[in-house]
């Protein structure tokens, strides 16, 4: 059945192995739309072909010259283009941003259709805190600006995700371990394969593992949030005489209990003491 489409920038997420992973609307707008913008032809052909989907595929990336990017918001104007890259979810750490833009500038529609991507399987995977977390993309091959970026990233107060290759991935844990010390670390590989795992640790154990087995495969890594130390009864009551100079005992033991996560009735009761 041919479902016209409105005209405008369909952004589709693909799955990132197991191809079960790719969603009813998915197939509808891939089957529907009159071209499909993506990374590698043969990778999304492959796809298209397995969904037994027959379309005109134009390779697109972010870095492609201006004619090219020009010529699919043209046909965008008048026509349904869906955009694609090699797995997962356009746009993260994949192409599609430069075009995203250029379209919402055009006033062309864009829509997202979501699915699979990487790190969000693996922060659900991870059992590292997921109520915060943040996505960084690729850290960078070399030691020291790997270093410089992990440190910029210590005092995020969240679950840090990157995404990582099996070649580089001792050489990223090592650096964590040395940059951001007593970190729990989980390493997602190959997720919704065969061979998925989830494992965490200690850089150091990890390290161990994956020196007596070299990983292989595609991986999420991630580094869960530095650990709330506990302030003490002696820290509070330093915070104590500072709040209480301008505060009345209430409003100073509420402060310092949210600053400390201390309870407050201690310290409103220490509170009146020190006034
Ligand atoms: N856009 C994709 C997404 O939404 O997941 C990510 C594209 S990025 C170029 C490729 C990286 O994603 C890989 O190097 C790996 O770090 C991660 N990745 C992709 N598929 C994966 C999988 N099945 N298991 C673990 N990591 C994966």
Redesign the pocket.
């Known amino acids: 059945m041919n479902h016209a489409l409105s005209p405008g920038l369909y952004i589709v997420?693909t799955p990132?192995?197991n191809l079960g992973d790719i969603t009813l609307r998915a197939i509808e707008v891939l089957k529907n739309v009159s071209a499909v913008a993506c990374e590698d032809t043969r990778i999304t052909g492959r796809l298209l072909h397995h969904l037994g989907i027959k379309q005109r595929l134009i390779r697109y990336d972010d870095h492609a010259d201006a004619n090219a990017r020009d010529g699919l918001l043209a046909m965008m104007a008048g026509e349904a283009v869906a955009l694609v890259?090699?797995?997962?979810?356009?746009?993260?750490?994949?192409p599609g941003y430069r075009l995203v833009r250029a379209a919402r500038e055009l006033g062309i529609a864009v829509t997202s259709l979501p699915g699979?991507?990487?790190?969000?399987?693996?922060i659900t995977l991870s059992g590292l805190p997921s109520d915060r977390f943040l996505f960084a993309g690729?850290l960078p091959p070399k030691e020291k600006a790997r270093a410089d970026v992990l440190g910029e990233l210590a005092g995020v107060p969240a679950t840090l995700v990157?995404?990582?290759?099996a070649p580089r991935l001792t050489d990223a844990l090592a650096t964590i371990a040395a940059t951001l010390p007593g970190r729990e670390v989980a390493v997602?590989?190959?997720?919704?394969?065969l061979f998925?795992e989830c494992r965490s640790g200690s850089p150091e154990e990890l390290i161990a593992h994956y020196t007596e087995h070299p990983p292989r495969?595609?991986?999420?890594?991630m580094v869960g949030p530095a650990p709330v130390v506990e302030a003490s009864m002696q820290d509070a009551e330093t915070l104590l005489r500072a709040e209480l100079t301008h505060a009345k005992p209430s409003h100073a033991a509420a402060a310092v209990a949210k600053a400390t996560g201390l309870d407050r009735k201690a310290l409103y009761a220490l509170a009146l003491t020190l006034k």
């Open positions: 997420a990132i192995g890259s090699d797995a997962g979810t356009p746009l993260v750490s994949d699979p991507s990487a790190a969000i399987v693996g690729f990157f995404y990582e290759t997602a590989r190959e997720l919704t394969k998925e495969g595609e991986i999420v890594l």
